[in-house]
Structures are given as C-alpha cells and as structure tokens.
C-alpha cells in the first residue's frame, strides 16, 4: 500500500515559475525523501529531512515537513526544461522495516 | 565510483516463462532493495536483502522470489510471468542502518515485457 500520496498528480508550468509539490502520508516518520525520476529511468535522490526537522533548502530545492499534519512540500524555484520528470516522495516509518514507502509521484512539465 | 549497476536493460518474455534479473550495488553497500513500478504506477516494495539475508518482503506473490550474494550483488526471479508482471524493475542500495542519512540509490532498471 502506498504511504505517502503526492498532489497534484500532474503539473505543468513555464520555465522560470516556480513549482510546488504536496505529499501527505499516514503514519510516524523517521525521515522523509523527494526523489526524481526521468521518463522511465530509475530514482535519483534529491533530498532528505529528518522528522525533527521542518525545513530544508538544496540549491533551487525547499523543503518542508509539518508532521503535526503529516504533510511535506517541494519547491522548486525558477525552473527549467530539465526539471521536467517525475517526482516522488518516499517515508522511512518509525519502527518499520528499513524500507522506504514510495508515493505515486507528481509529473512536472516545464514548458520553455 | 560505479553507481547501481541493472542488467538486462530491457527484456521480453512469453507469458509462463521464468525471468532473472540482476544487479550490482555500490562499492561498500550491503542492502539491496528491488521494486516493481507498473505503467502509470507508484513504486511497489518488492523485497529487500542486507548481508545475504531476505530481511523483508512485499505483497506479492511466491513466484517472485530472489537472493543476495557474499559480494552483496542480487538476484530477482520471477516464475510463472504474467501479463501483468510486464514493468520496471529497480534496484536500489544502501548501508544497512545508514538510511536515515543518505538515502537510496538507484539503478537505471530493467524494463520487463511479457507477452
């Protein structure tokens, strides 16, 4: 079953806008992972916050994590072409098994 | 460094038939986890190996089935294919106990079509 749940599902924008993806999962969280995936390609990992944590920046990419309401969000600032693909976040659940829970993903498209 | 290494890249099989498929993890990771991501679908949890030990399994059916060996590389078998076992199959690795640092990384994937 799929823990985290990404909204929208699809986004598409034009290059310099930002773009802002919402995840919402179930249970209590370790830490919680944005990763991103090219048409068909495997996962490449973007950034990772701990459940302590309530925000995190890595170059154009801002994250935010409200475990009160067990939510997270991806910024990503001024975008571009090459940040067309999937988006997905992943939960490490506190007293799971090591493995991490993958959402559905949102597709962005950046129009040039 | 050599990332996660996948092989076959794709692969087309009749429907019954048995499949293998195979993958390396980074230099000095010991866990290795296999997903399965259907068209159009989230990525599902399939199983996951640490120092050559099947340390937990997803909702899916004997058939799929796999090993880890002593140089921490993997195998995933899948018997009996069926249609809709037609996806991408990722492998990621990452230092057992580690994953709350860094995360998993991932292979490219081998694309699986059952015909």
């Known amino acids: 079953s799929q823990q985290g749940e990404e909204d929208p599902q699809a986004l598409s924008i034009q290059e310099g806008e930002n773009a802002t993806m919402n995840c919402s999962y179930k249970t209590s969280i370790n830490n919680l992972q944005w990763y991103r995936q090219n048409s068909g390609r495997g996962l490449v990992h973007l950034i990772l916050i701990r459940s302590n944590e309530r925000e995190k920046h890595s170059g154009r990419l801002r994250v935010t994590l409200d475990t009160s309401k067990k939510s997270s969000s991806l910024l990503i600032t001024a975008s571009r072409a090459a940040d067309t693909a999937s988006y997905f976040c992943?939960?490490?659940?506190?007293?799971?098994?090591?493995?991490?829970?993958f959402g559905k993903g949102t597709k962005l498209t950046v129009n040039p | 460094e050599a990332g996660v290494t996948q092989s076959p890249t794709h692969l087309i099989k009749t429907r019954g038939q048995q499949v293998t498929l195979r993958c390396s993890p980074i230099s000095g990771h010991t866990s290795v986890y296999w997903y399965q991501q259907a068209l159009g679908l989230g990525l599902q949890f399939l199983l996951w190996?640490?120092?050559?030990?099947?340390?937990n399994r997803g909702n899916f059916p004997p058939r799929f089935s796999g090993r880890q060996f002593p140089n921490y590389s993997s195998e995933l078998n899948v018997n009996a294919l069926e249609l809709e076992d037609s996806a991408l199959y990722l492998c990621a690795s990452s230092l057992y106990g580690r994953l709350t640092n860094y995360g998993y990384t991932f292979g490219s994937g081998t694309r699986l079509t059952v015909v």
């Open positions: 992943a939960t490490d659940a506190q007293g799971g098994s090591e493995k991490l829970v």
């Open positions: 190996y640490d120092e050559g030990e099947e340390r």
